[in-house]
């Protein structure tokens, strides 16, 4: 499968915390996208980072993306209660029209 | 600038009924995708259409499943004669163009389809 894997599938912190969460793949890409879920909505689109950059900033959020190791990164610095959500990572591979979604890390934000 | 539109948000089917989900993309969008997300999991892609073609369904279910967007009016994914495992969010996304290369895909809010 080419789907991205979520590291770790969920994660609770203290609001002012930093959040880090993983994400792994299999083949390689033309880009990498995350993703947040707030309960019963649907997905927003937080940031995206080419095969060709190392390191994404927006905001609170930073990525990292290391093609050797098939792997990136988001963390989200002073963590608040309305960080509370799912993050997925997003694969765009270098054919197919599709994205990958991995399984998602569940953020729990305690105020 | 409304976003991606899907409707309904919530659909009840009783087995053996069909379910038709609706999705006007983004306006200046010409590229659908529609993707499900079964409880506990990730998006599942199923089918990327542009305007009157479908371009890869490799994802749908081979039985049952169809997807169509034609040249006015909004997308449409309709699944005959549910059944309980057809329980799920379906998402649609749009894009300028293929891929989605350098922007991202829009989401709706999703159909929430409960099957009982």
């Known amino acids: 499968s080419q789907q991205g894997e979520e590291d770790p599938q969920a994660l609770s912190i203290q609001e002012g915390e930093n959040a880090t969460m993983n994400c792994s793949y299999k083949?390689?890409?033309?880009?990498l996208q995350w993703y947040r879920q707030n309960s019963g909505r649907g997905l927003v689109h937080l940031i995206l980072?080419?095969?060709?950059?190392r390191e994404k900033h927006s905001g609170r959020l930073r990525v990292t993306l290391d093609t050797s190791k098939k792997s990136s990164s988001l963390l989200i610095t002073a963590s608040r209660a309305a960080d509370t959500a799912s993050y997925f990572c997003a694969t765009d591979p270098n054919t197919g029209n599709q994205f990958y979604f991995g399984t998602g890390t569940s953020l729990t934000v305690i105020p | 600038n409304a976003g991606v539109m899907q409707n309904p948000r919530h659909l009840v089917r009783r087995r053996g009924q069909e379910a038709r989900l609706r999705c006007s993309p983004m306006?200046?969008?010409?590229?659908v995708y529609w993707y499900r997300q079964l409880p506990e999991e990730g998006l599942k892609f199923m089918v990327y259409l542009q305007k009157e073609n479908i371009i890869d369904e490799s994802g749908m279910p081979k039985e049952r499943f169809s997807a169509e967007f034609p040249k006015e009016g909004p997308s449409i994914l309709r699944i005959q004669q549910v059944v309980r495992g057809d329980s799920a969010a379906y998402f649609c996304?749009?894009?300028?163009?293929?891929?989605?290369?350098?922007?991202?895909?829009?989401f709706g809010s999703g159909t929430r389809l409960t099957v009982v």
């Open positions: 083949t390689s890409i033309n880009n």
């Open positions: 306006k200046g969008h010409s590229h």
């Open positions: 996304a749009s894009s300028p163009e293929q891929g989605a290369a350098g922007y991202g895909y829009t």
């Open positions: 980072i080419r095969s060709n950059e």
